[in-house]
């Protein structure tokens, strides 16, 4: 069935290829197909309207999560604008949303990012989906940790992952063992959780706040990579003004995507 989504801050395109995800494409009609949560399905975007393609009626509650339709992202907009930057930043870039992906892809995913580029990063993970998740009608879904129990380097060397299939071996391990335990993680605090993430070899704490942010929605977590600790530099050389309080990965994902796409601004 079809459903329709009506939100003023919820742009697909600017939620979808802000860095968050990697399993969603854009069609030259400007429809976005992708796999989430197991399941496959597709978007279009008209005005503030959304309509969502081939999702049965029972997922309906599982896609409003995915796409935190719950929260109200004009009150982080309305707090931010406070900052002249930030509202700059809301302005060009408001309408991204974070999503509330599951827990295992995205840290298998953002693993596979490390010095990587997204057509690359998208290939090893529609290799991994292909080679071990489940046909679900003309896609794959995302192997879970059980699936991949007892993988090893050369059983992913098909994927062409590099040095991350080591790093990969290891999650799946940990994962499997209860050593990185996802429910723990999502009780705790965000210092503890960072460093219950960076058990696994290869995860520093910029993966593991790409991790805690979109996958816990601990919204506290501001994953730093070398153009975001630019981007800070050159802005808040003093740090995110008070406004961003408790929602500072929001702020991230707002001031990355616009000065990313102002060709004005550099970093």
């Known amino acids: ?29 400007g429809v976005f197909e992708g796999v989430a949560m197991g399941r496959r399905i597709s978007l279009k975007q008209d005005g503030d309207t959304v309509t969502v393609y081939g999702a049965a009626a029972e997922d309906i509650p599982l896609w409003e999560r995915y796409f935190d339709l719950d929260t109200d992202y004009g009150e982080y907009i309305s707090r931010f604008s406070s ?18 992906q ?5 840290l298998i995913s953002f693993i596979i990012s490390q010095n990587n ?9 529609g290799r991994l989906c ?12 995302f192997p879970s940790a059980e699936r991949l129990r007892g993988i090893t380097p050369d059983d992913l060397a098909p994927l062409r992952a590099g040095f991350r299939a080591r790093y990969i071996c290891d999650a799946v391990e940990k994962v499997n063992s209860g050593a990185v335990s996802f429910e723990e993680i999502d009780a705790l605090p965000l210092a503890e959780a960072r460093e219950m993430l960076k058990q696994i070899v290869g995860v520093g704490d ?19 990579d070398v153009w975001v600790k630019r981007l800070m530099a050159q802005f808040y050389p003093k740090g995110l003004p008070e406004c961003t309080r408790g929602a500072e990965g929001v702020a991230q994902q707002y001031l990355f995507d616009y000065v990313r796409n102002n060709s004005g601004l550099t970093v």
């Open 130 to 141: 292909e080679s071990f998740g489940d046909d679900i009608g003309g896609a794959f879904s």
């Open 83 to 100: 900052d002249e930057t930030l509202r700059r930043a809301c302005e060009s870039s408001g309408g991204i949303r974070i999503l509330r």
């Open 1 to 29: 069935m079809n459903f329709t989504i009506k939100n003023p801050n919820f742009d697909i395109k600017q939620t979808f290829l802000c860095g968050q995800c990697f399993r969603w494409t854009e069609t030259e009609n």
């Open 117 to 125: 580029n997204i057509p690359r990063i998208s290939g090893i993970i």
């Open 206 to 224: 910029k993966v593991a706040d790409c991790v805690l942010l979109f996958a816990f929605h601990k919204l506290d977590a501001f994953p730093r």
């Open 102 to 106: 599951e827990p295992f892809e995205t």
